[in-house]
């Protein structure tokens, strides 16, 4: 997936976007047609439909899918359906006129800033879809077909104005077979990590690698090791932007267990300079025994990976032997961003597109095209998961309640950059764990006293 696939980019395109906003009405339903019960929301049968998809890391497979099976239901409606890079430069002027496409798939790097968008009205509530029927089992709503979570973590001022396709688990990644090779184990503790690391280097391996030119990676088992320590409070209080909160202790000594891979020499020599397909592509030749990543790796890797190679996620360590998490605890999001936008052509159209997108058969298509573990509840029942996919649903399985997410990168686009920055400069020893603490510190804390920031708490 693309490395930048959480922060929401501020700058151009959100000031150009505020400074032309209207209110844009949510309820505009004046091309809306009959409903029945074979047409909930009122589709107008022969009202053309535009859906825009990032063709990422997920490919487009599953779209197509969802495409395929609207024109079967609504024959005399064209369906123009594109797969996109940068989907923020292509439809940012779009937005802007009022004359965006039905459906917009918002993910990858340059990809619109939600946050702008909220704020100017330009995205349709899409309550009237998650009352609406499934389209599997009619006696439920759509809304309860999705995994806890999906619902809120698209609801901004009380309004659900995006869906989340994919439920991602972030954890270290390595491979089974390269493990049973040479006898190791996956650590439980950081500390068993780092004794582990030293065996792994008389092996002629590299211990680790990552995606140097996007730290955000490296953050991923950071503020895993911190949350895991400190507990749900950790987690709210660096959202909410409570002062100090990044140099809490357990916030300080997840930043030293990052830096210890690289003060012992324990990363791959040039990880710095990696983009995020290099370092999985060196870790898949065996050049290096665990790199942190996102569940989307074994589909972003699967052109590639070597037969037998067997990639899995372990969940990340634990910090101490006194965490407040317990050890298979794992930072989890939903991620891939559809939106219908309020000011679009065929608004009942794009919410009919996404109940069929969001349909079993269709999410079960996602899970086999993109190795990923779609939202819809019961979509991978009865498949037979790859490796890593298998590795991934049994962390969710194994997590139970304990299942934690920050809100910072959405919220707060200027203190995500920080905290990358920040881990850049920690990884390659340019600062130390205190120095790295007191940069992110002053960020959200700048942050804190921006009054043009629109805050949001937990």
């Known amino acids: 997936m693309n490395p930048t696939r959480r922060v929401l980019l501020a700058g151009a395109a959100a000031a150009t976007l505020s400074g032309c906003a209207t209110a844009g009405s949510s309820d505009d339903t004046t ?21 825009v998809i990032f063709k990422g890391g997920y490919g487009d497979a599953y779209a197509i899918d969802a495409q395929n099976r609207y024109k079967q239901k609504y024959p005399k409606a064209a369906v123009d359906q594109k797969g996109i890079q940068r989907v923020g430069e292509v439809l940012q002027p779009r937005f802007v006129a009022d004359s965006p496409p039905d459906v917009v798939d918002n993910s990858g790097a340059g990809r619109l800033d939600l946050a702008t968008l909220v704020s100017s009205g330009k995205l349709k509530d899409l309550k009237e879809l998650l009352d609406a029927p499934s389209l599997d089992d009619p006696s439920k709503k759509v809304r ?18 995006i869906l989340n396709y994919s439920s991602v688990l972030w954890g270290v990644w390595y491979s089974k077979s390269l493990f049973a090779k040479h006898g190791w184990t996956f650590p439980k503790t950081w500390a068993e990590m780092l004794t582990l690391n030293e065996e792994i280097k008389k092996a002629g391996i590299a211990p680790w690698t990552w995606q140097g030119k996007y730290p955000e990676y490296m953050n991923d088992p950071l503020v895993s090791l911190a949350a895991k320590a400190g507990g749900f409070d950790l987690v709210k209080s660096i959202d909410n932007l409570e002062p100090n909160a990044w140099k809490s202790p357990a916030m300080l000594a997840a930043a030293d267990a990052i830096y210890q891979l690289a003060a012992r020499g324990h990363i791959m020599a040039g990880s710095e300079a990696l983009s995020h397909t290099e370092a999985q592509n060196a870790w898949c030749k065996g050049q290096a025994a665990f790199i942190p990543c996102g569940s989307w790796l074994e589909g972003e890797q699967q052109q590639v ?55 079993k058969q269709v999410a079960r298509g996602f899970a086999e095209s993109a190795k990923a573990l779609p939202v819809v509840n019961g979509a991978t029942d009865g498949l037979t998961l790859p490796s890593g996919l298998s590795s991934v649903a049994q962390a969710v399985k194994a997590a139970g309640p304990n299942v934690f997410s920050y809100r910072f990168r959405t919220w707060y ?29 002053k960020a959200a804390d700048a942050v804190a006293k921006d009054t043009s920031i629109a805050k949001h708490t937990r």
């Open 31 to 51: 091309n809306k047609g009959n409903t029945s019960a074979e047409n909930p929301l009122g589709v107008p049968a022969e009202t053309p439909l535009e859906v």
């Open 144 to 161: 309860d077909t999705l995994m806890p979570g999906v619902v809120d973590e698209g609801t901004f001022d009380g309004k659900t104005v």
């Open 305 to 359: 990976t070597p037969a037998g190679f067997d990639m899995v996620m372990g969940t990340v360590p634990a910090l101490t032997g006194s965490d407040k998490l317990p050890n298979g605890a794992v930072m989890a999001a939903s991620s891939e961003s559809f939106l219908v936008p309020a000011k679009a052509k065929n608004v009942q159209g794009g919410l009919e597109f996404l109940r069929i997108l969001f349909s």
């Open 413 to 441: 686009a200027p203190l995500s950059k920080a905290v990358d920055d920040a881990t850049g400069e920690l990884l390659t020893k340019r600062v130390n764990p205190e120095q790295w603490a007191d940069r992110v510190q």
